[in-house]
């Protein structure tokens, strides 16, 4: 089975200030890894995806994510934080070619001040 | 091009009520699946629909059904509502491999 832990319930940053979003997750077979950003009464929209090839992934709004096979982590990071990055961040794993279903995390609050 | 559209926005029911709520993939996408969203938690899976069947099935109760139509669109049903079903339904759909795309859910309280 497969899951997902997100470290930090709520990060709370200054403007203009660097950010590190960590998530966990657990499989006995290789894995495809996602980041979501959910605003508030919206739905979820793709940040960015490790499905292979280079460990370091790019992805929208100046966001990028390392995933670390020995460590199973993939965590998010932000060099410059804006005000409106303020969402809820859900890290998500499936795994390739296997059930289809897969599994989020509880979501990480990324609170942004001025 | 249209993303994922769902409807309704909003929606309040009653205890034992049934609930439908709808779901219209991206052009070009012929899977769909819908999760629930509980406030502070992140989507559990319900189930997953690909050529009109049920390919998928979360930890769900039979309350919970669905439908995928030729056109791909989809419908998420649930029977004799109970509180614990307040949640904010979503509703995302892919092509493969992998990469879904969300759409903004339905909102569903339960009084």
């Known amino acids: 089975a497969q899951s997902v832990t997100q470290l930090d319930s709520q990060v709370p940053v200054f403007e203009e200030a660097p950010v590190e979003l960590r998530c966990n997750y657990s499989s006995s077979v290789s894995v495809y890894l996602f980041w979501y950003v959910q605003y508030p009464n919206q739905g979820l929209q793709l940040l960015l995806k490790?499905?292979?090839?280079?460990?370091l992934v790019k992805g929208i709004n100046g966001f990028e994510a390392e995933f670390n096979k020995s460590q199973t982590s993939f965590h998010l990071r932000k060099p410059s934080v804006h005000i409106s990055d303020t969402a809820e961040y859900f890290c998500?794993?499936?795994?390739?070619?296997?059930?289809?279903?897969?599994?989020f995390g509880r979501g990480t609050s990324l609170i942004v001040h001025p | 091009d249209a993303g994922v559209t769902q409807s309704p926005t909003h929606l309040i029911k009653t205890r034992g009520q049934q609930v439908t709520l709808r779901c219209s993939p991206k052009?070009?996408?012929?899977?769909v699946s819908w999760y629930q969203q509980a406030l502070g938690q992140g989507p559990q899976f319900i189930f997953q629909y690909y050529e009109e069947e049920e390919r998928q099935r979360g930890n769900f109760p039979d309350r919970f059904s669905g439908h995928q139509f030729p056109n791909y669109s989809s419908e998420l049903n649930v029977n004799a509502l109970l509180l614990g079903d307040s949640a904010l339904y979503l509703c995302a759909s892919e092509t493969g491999p992998a990469t879904q795309y969300f759409g903004p859910g339905t909102r569903l309280t339960v009084l």
């Open positions: 998500a794993v499936r795994t390739p070619g296997g059930s289809y279903i897969p599994t």
């Open positions: 490790y499905l292979s090839g280079s460990t």
């Open positions: 052009s070009g996408h012929d899977t």
